[in-house]
Structures are given as structure tokens and as C-alpha cells.
């Protein structure tokens, strides 16, 4: 199993410019999310999704959109960079459980920069 | 805003020595978990406690969570170099459709050899 595999490692944008961020899992999980860490204010949730089909806003949603198409893949859209999006984004997944949800799986991050 | 909050924001001990993090947190939740990140690294989950649990131990790892006070502390034993790193709570609320794992900001523990 290759767990959480995120592309790219790193990535230098220009500010207007737009881009995706790529996650994928293969195990099966039905819930993924993508966070942002910036140094001092720990990991916010961006956006999540609990299946296919089926996404919703975290904490700081706005400038970035994802979708849900596969099990497998929960891509990240930046529509338009700007630097304050300049950050280290990370995607995890976990499965299930009732009304709870278990240990979550993380990504080994993207470091963007947006000049 | 963010949930969890950690205390202290930074710890520094000797090779052998006990660590305790804390954590407290604002509303109800489903469970609790805490993580640990590596300098530029992704997070590593480390333990799961749920809100009808009070203590749990996972090897040099002891979690205990008071859900009257809303706090969760995090004891390492015996700490060693490699124990070097962040360590996050997160909490985990579900309900409503509306599934949320909200982290706090950290404590960076530097155990010194």
C-alpha cells in the first residue's frame, strides 16, 4: 500500500495563476480532507468530502474548490493564487465509523510559494 | 477558529524524563486524537481516545481525557531523542452531516540527549 501520495512536493506559483494539487489514497477510505499549515497556527481544514460525489467547506474554504469523483482521488484547485495562500497543504484520509471517524492518514505535504 | 488548543507551545527536557502536553477544547466532540509531525514532515497519528473513555495507553504513551473540562493531556515516558517533534491534539466532532477533525496549534518538544 502506498498509503496517501501527494503531487507535487513543491510548487512556485505567480499570483492570478491556478493549479491543482493532487492527493490520491488506495485504501478505500471514504473520507478525505485537504488542511494548510502555516507556521503558529498549526492545521486548518480547507475542504472534506465523505465520498464520492459529496464534498463541504472546512475552516478556510474560500480560493480554493475540490471535487470527489473516485474513492480514490480528491484533487485541490487554486483559482487564482495569491500569497497568502503561500503555505504547506495537506491531504488526509480515514475510514468511517458511524457517526465518528478513526485514525486519519496524512500526506507527506506540497510546499507552495505564490510570488 | 480552532478547537484544541496546546499547552506549552514549547517543552524542553533531558533524555529519560517524563513530557505531559495538554490540551483544551471548546465544544462537544466524538473523540480526541493527537498526532505527531517531524520537522517538514506529515503527521503521524499517535493515539485515539473516544469522549466515553478516560485513560488509554499506547506503548511510552498515556492519553487521559476529562470531558467536564474539556481537556486532554498527553504523558510520554522516559522520553528519548527521537521523540523530538510537534504534537498536535485534534478533535473530532461529526453530527448534522457536517464531519470536522479541528487541530490546535501545537507543542514542539525538544528532548536534548
Known amino acids: 500500500n502506498a498509503g496517501v501520495t501527494q503531487t507535487p512536493k513543491f510548487q512556485v506559483l505567480k499570483t492570478g495563476q491556478s493549479m491543482t494539487l493532487q492527493c490520491a489514497q488506495d485504501?478505500?477510505?471514504?473520507?478525505m480532507s485537504w488542511y494548510r499549515q502555516d507556521p503558529g497556527m498549526g492545521l486548518r481544514l480547507i475542504h472534506y468530502?465523505?465520498?464520492?460525489?459529496?464534498?463541504d467547506q472546512g475552516e478556510v474554504p474560500n480560493g480554493y474548490n475540490v471535487s470527489r469523483s473516485t474513492t480514490e482521488d480528491f484533487p485541490l484547485r487554486l483559482l487564482s493564487a495569491a500569497p497568502s495562500q503561500t503555505s504547506v497543504y495537506f491531504c488526509a484520509s480515514s475510514s468511517l465509523q458511524g457517526v465518528g471517524y478513526n485514525e486519519q492518514f496524512f500526506g507527506p505535504g506540497t510546499r507552495l510559494t505564490v510570488l | 477558529s480552532q478547537q484544541g488548543e496546546e499547552d506549552p507551545q514549547a517543552l524542553s527536557i533531558q533524555e529519560g524524563e517524563n513530557a505531559t502536553m495538554n490540551c483544551s477544547y471548546k465544544t462537544s466532540i466524538n473523540n480526541l486524537q493527537w498526532y505527531r509531525q517531524n520537522s517538514g514532515r506529515g503527521l503521524v497519528h499517535l493515539i485515539l481516545i473516544r469522549s466515553n473513555e478516560r485513560e488509554k495507553h499506547s506503548g511510552r504513551l498515556r492519553v487521559t481525557l476529562d470531558t467536564s473540562k474539556k481537556s486532554s493531556s498527553l504523558l510520554i515516558t522516559a522520553s528519548r531523542a527521537a521523540d523530538t517533534a510537534s504534537y498536535f491534539c485534534a478533535t473530532a466532532y461529526s453530527g448534522a452531516g457536517s464531519y470536522q477533525l479541528t487541530f490546535g496549534k501545537g507543542t514542539k518538544l525538544s528532548v536534548i540527549p
Open positions: 485504501m478505500n477510505h471514504e473520507y
Open positions: 468530502s465523505v465520498g464520492a460525489g459529496i464534498t
